[in-house]
């Protein structure tokens, strides 16, 4: 089950702007993670937040968490063609039974940056 | 020091046939994580193995579904009388921890099952 809802689903910039996804998930967590795909084959990790955090950067990347609203945003600054991809937030819950650690994805963003 | 890789990278087979896939992990990660995804939407957990055994299988959807890591290295995703709903996306994922210490996931470029 997807635990996750991405917001917007799909969102068309101009190059150099800044693009502003966020995400809703449901349960306690103990991190929150965003990753890319191209294509829709392979996923590559963009940035991870610890629940205890509340803002990382990345180069180009901003991600914010609030846990009290069960949220987490990903901004992209001076966005190029070459973000064009699907964004997805995924989430590691904080009570995993048998010691599993398996991440609970959303839906994605869809994201399109053009030149 | 590859990355995690997947074969095939693509997969036609007929509804009832039985399939493999195959994952192979960026060497001394532990922990080996099966999604599927599906047209649209988010990977979905499969399954999850730390070391050898799988820890956690709790995401397979029936028992025609079964994978094995005999070595604690390799995987196998094993589909028995392969359905139609069964068509997706199967990506592999490894990580040097499991938990929340190793957090990050290393994905492979998947599967892609068509079952016609």
């Known amino acids: 089950s997807q635990q996750g809802e991405e917001d917007p689903q799909a969102l068309s910039i101009q190059e150099g702007e800044n693009a502003t996804m966020n995400c809703s998930y449901k349960?306690?967590?103990?991190?929150l993670q965003w990753y890319r795909q191209n294509s829709g084959r392979g996923l590559v990790h963009l940035i991870l937040?610890?629940?205890?955090?509340r803002e990382k950067h990345s180069g180009r990347l901003r991600v914010t968490l609030d846990t009290s609203k069960k949220s987490s945003s990903l901004l992209i600054t001076a966005s190029r063609a070459a973000d064009t991809a699907s964004y997805f937030c995924?989430?590691?819950?904080?009570?995993?039974?048998?010691?599993?650690?398996?991440?609970?994805f959303g839906k994605g963003t869809k994201l399109s940056v053009i030149p | 020091g590859a990355g995690v890789s997947q074969t095939p990278s693509n997969k036609v087979t007929e509804k009832g046939k039985y399939v493999e896939l195959r994952c192979d992990p960026i060497?001394?990660?532990?922990?080996l994580y099966w999604y599927r995804q599906s047209l649209g939407q988010g990977p979905e957990f499969l399954i999850y193995?730390?070391?050898?055994?799988?820890?956690?299988d709790s995401g397979l959807p029936n028992d025609r579904f079964f994978a094995v890591r005999p070595e604690g290295s390799v995987s196998t995703l094993k589909i028995q009388r392969t359905e139609r709903g069964d068509s997706a996306v199967y990506l592999c994922?490894?990580?040097?921890?499991?938990?929340?210490?190793?957090?990050?996931?290393?994905f492979g470029p998947g599967t892609r099952l068509t079952v016609l």
């Open positions: 060497s001394g990660h532990t922990a």
């Open positions: 193995f730390q070391g050898t055994g799988a820890a956690d």
């Open positions: 995924a989430t590691a819950d904080a009570y995993s039974g048998a010691g599993s650690y398996q991440l609970t």
């Open positions: 349960t306690s967590i103990n991190n």
């Open positions: 937040i610890r629940s205890n955090e």
């Open positions: 994922a490894s990580s040097f921890y499991a938990g929340p210490r190793g957090g990050e996931q290393f």
